[in-house]
C-alpha cells in the first residue's frame, strides 16, 4: 500500500483529500496560495511516473515545512490501494 501526501495550513479545518473543493476555498480565501506554492517547489514531470512524482510533491512538501518559519504549513498523509 502506497500513500500519497498532501500540503495544508494548520489553521484550515478541510480534509484535502476528501474535501478538495471546501479546502482549496478555505486556502485561497485565507491567502496561502498552497496549491500554487507546492507548485513552484515541486518539480514534477510528464516523464516520470505516477510514484516518482508523488516522491517529488513529499520531498518538495518537506522542504516547504523545513523552512516554514511561521509553522503555518504541515504535511497529511493518504493510504491509497494500488489496483
Known amino acids: 500500500m502506497a500513500s ?3 500540503l495544508t495550513t494548520v489553521d484550515n479545518p478541510y480534509n484535502p483529500f476528501e474535501q ?3 479546502w482549496f476555498l ?3 480565501e485565507k491567502g496561502y496560495h498552497s496549491c500554487a506554492y507546492l507548485g513552484r517547489i515541486a ?3 510528464d ?3 505516477d510514484e516518482e512524482n ?3 510533491i513529499e520531498r518538495a512538501i518537506d522542504e516547504i515545512i523545513k523552512y516554514d518559519f511561521t509553522n503555518t504549513y504541515r504535511k ?3 493510504n491509497v490501494v494500488n489496483a
Open 43 to 45: 518539480r514534477t514531470s
Open 4 to 6: 500519497k501526501c498532501a
Open 26 to 28: 478555505f486556502d485561497e
Open 20 to 22: 478538495f473543493t471546501s
Open 54 to 56: 508523488n516522491q517529488e
Open 47 to 49: 516523464q516520470l511516473s
Open 76 to 78: 497529511v498523509k493518504e
